[in-house]
C-alpha cells in the first residue's frame, strides 16, 4: 500500500483544513486508517483511527471535538477535517494504514505515507 498525504498549509489561528490521503491498491477498504503528526525533535503522536468501514472513529484528546476522520473506500482515500486550529497544532501530519495489535491509540501501522506539514500562526 502506498499512501500519499496533501491538503497541509499556512492557516491562522481558529482556521480549518482538510487534510487527504489517497492510497494505492484494492484492498484499502480492509484497512484501518489513522493520521498522527509530529514536531521536529518530539515524539510523533496519535491524532485519529477509523475503522475499514467508517463506522468507528477514535480521537486524541488533544483534538476531540475539533477534528474529523472519515473515509471514501469508493475514492481509497481517508479524510481529516481540522477546524478550531491552534498553534498547538502546528506539526507534519502523516497518514497510516492497518492497524497492528488491539488499540486503536497507537502508533503501531504497517504502512506509512509521507508528511504534509500543517502551520498555524497565532
Known amino acids: 500500500v502506498q499512501l500519499q498525504a496533501s491538503g497541509g498549509g499556512l492557516v491562522q489561528a481558529g482556521g480549518s483544513l482538510r487534510l487527504s490521503c489517497a492510497a494505492s491498491?484494492?484492498?484499502?477498504?480492509?484497512?484501518?486508517m489513522a493520521w498522527s503528526r509530529q514536531v521536529p525533535g518530539q515524539e510523533r503522536e496519535f491524532v485519529a483511527a477509523?475503522?475499514?468501514?467508517?463506522?468507528?472513529?477514535y480521537y486524541a484528546d488533544s483534538v476531540k471535538g475539533r477534528f474529523t476522520i472519515s473515509r471514501d473506500n469508493a475514492k481509497n482515500t481517508v479524510y481529516l477535517q481540522m477546524n478550531g486550529l491552534k498553534p498547538e497544532d502546528t506539526a507534519v501530519y502523516y497518514c497510516?494504514?492497518?492497524?497492528?495489535?488491539?488499540?486503536?491509540?497507537?502508533?503501531?501501522?504497517?504502512?506509512w505515507g509521507q508528511g504534509t506539514q500543517v502551520t498555524i500562526s497565532s
Open positions: 477509523i475503522s475499514p468501514s467508517g463506522g468507528s472513529t
Open positions: 497510516a494504514a492497518q492497524r497492528i495489535g488491539s488499540s486503536w491509540y497507537t502508533l503501531n501501522y504497517g504502512y
Open positions: 491498491g484494492r484492498t484499502f477498504r480492509s484497512y484501518s
